[in-house]
C-alpha cells in the first residue's frame, strides 16, 4: 500500500497562487509516476496534471497550462503543484494521485492506483 498525504489548500482571491504538496509513503516502487487531480462541487473528478519518474514527461489539462506546474522530488517522494493566477473555476478539491504500476503518465484516473484524501482549493472572485 501506498498513503498519500496532500497540503497546501486554502483560500485565495483571484489572480493569487498556492502550493499543493503531496508525500508518498508505505509500498516502495521503482518508477512510479504521480498526478494531480480536481473535482469541483456537482462535477466529475478531472485530470489536471501529471509527471513522469524522470520529470522529463509533464502532461496538462488545458485550462491550467502556463498558470500551473507540476514538480517532484523522488529523493523525498513529494509531488507539488504551484499554481498560479487562480480563477474561481479553479475551486475544487485537489487530489494527489500515484500510479506505480506503469512508468508513463497518463490523463485518466482509472489508471492510478491510490489517492490521498484531498485537499480543498477555494478562489474568490
Known amino acids: 500500500q501506498v498513503q498519500l498525504v496532500e497540503s497546501g489548500g486554502g483560500l485565495v482571491q483571484a489572480g493569487g497562487s498556492l502550493r499543493l504538496s503531496c508525500a508518498a509513503s508505505?509500498?516502495?516502487?521503482?518508477?512510479?509516476?504521480m498526478g494531480w487531480f480536481r473535482q469541483a462541487p456537482g462535477k466529475e473528478r478531472e485530470f489536471v496534471a501529471a509527471?513522469?519518474?524522470?520529470?522529463?514527461?509533464?502532461y496538462y489539462t488545458g485550462s491550467v497550462k502556463g498558470r500551473f506546474t507540476i514538480s517532484r522530488d523522488n529523493a523525498k517522494n513529494t509531488v507539488a503543484l504551484q499554481m498560479n493566477r487562480l480563477e474561481p473555476e479553479d475551486t475544487a478539491v485537489y487530489y494527489c494521485?500515484?500510479?506505480?504500476?506503469?512508468?508513463?503518465?497518463?490523463?485518466?484516473?482509472?489508471?492510478?492506483?491510490?489517492w490521498g484524501q484531498g485537499t480543498q482549493v477555494t478562489v474568490s472572485s
Open positions: 509527471i513522469s519518474w524522470s520529470g522529463s514527461i509533464l
Open positions: 494521485a500515484f500510479r506505480g504500476s506503469s512508468s508513463r503518465p497518463t490523463r485518466t484516473a482509472e489508471d492510478y492506483d491510490y
Open positions: 508505505g509500498r516502495t516502487f521503482n518508477t512510479y509516476v
